[in-house]
Structure formats: structure tokens, C-alpha cells
């Protein structure tokens, strides 16, 4: 499990992150490689290498990721709500 520090507004909080697996598919254009993944709809990059490409797709899933839990956060902000991890198998 990664642990990180976010802000929240003014306050600054340790989030705990689980470690998850994606699907990117790459199709490769002209000189380009196009990146994406099947299951997180907006992580897109566009590379001239696979490697760099690779590496463009984790950082775009990373962002999105934590961009969703901070937003996630401030809609919930005094808000009386239950927390608990789902496991799933897909």
C-alpha cells in the first residue's frame, strides 16, 4: 500500500493508496504511439516511443486517480459517510 500527503483546501491530509493494474492498449501511427486505458475513460497520451509512451500513461492514470479522490473528498467534506475498500475480480 503507497501512502501520500494531499491538500485539501488549507488542510493537509496522508492518504493511503492501494496499488491497482490497468489495461493500456497502444497503436502505433505513423511515428507516434497512441496510448490509452480500456478502463478509466480520459487516460489518453501520445508518445514517439512505446517506452515513453508507457511511462506518459502512468503518470495520465496517477493524475486522474488523484484528481478523483480529492474531489471525491471535498464533495464529502462534513458529511457523515461509511469507508471501506471493495476487492473486486474483473
Not at 500500500?1 to 497502444?26: D, H
Not at 475513460?41 to 486522474?64: C, D, F
Request: hydrophobic letters at 40%.
Amino acid at each position: 500500500m503507497l501512502k501520500s500527503y494531499i491538500m485539501i483546501g488549507k488542510t493537509e491530509k496522508l492518504v493511503f493508496y492501494m496499488q491497482n493494474s490497468f489495461t493500456a492498449v497502444f497503436e502505433k501511427i505513423d511515428d507516434w504511439y497512441i496510448g490509452y486505458v480500456q478502463e478509466l475513460p480520459g487516460a489518453n497520451v501520445q508518445e514517439r516511443t512505446l517506452e515513453e509512451a508507457r511511462e506518459s500513461l502512468k503518470e495520465a492514470i496517477q493524475l486522474i486517480l488523484i484528481s478523483n479522490r480529492e474531489l471525491a473528498e471535498q464533495q464529502l467534506c462534513g458529511k457523515d459517510v461509511v469507508r471501506e475498500q471493495i476487492t473486486i475480480t474483473a
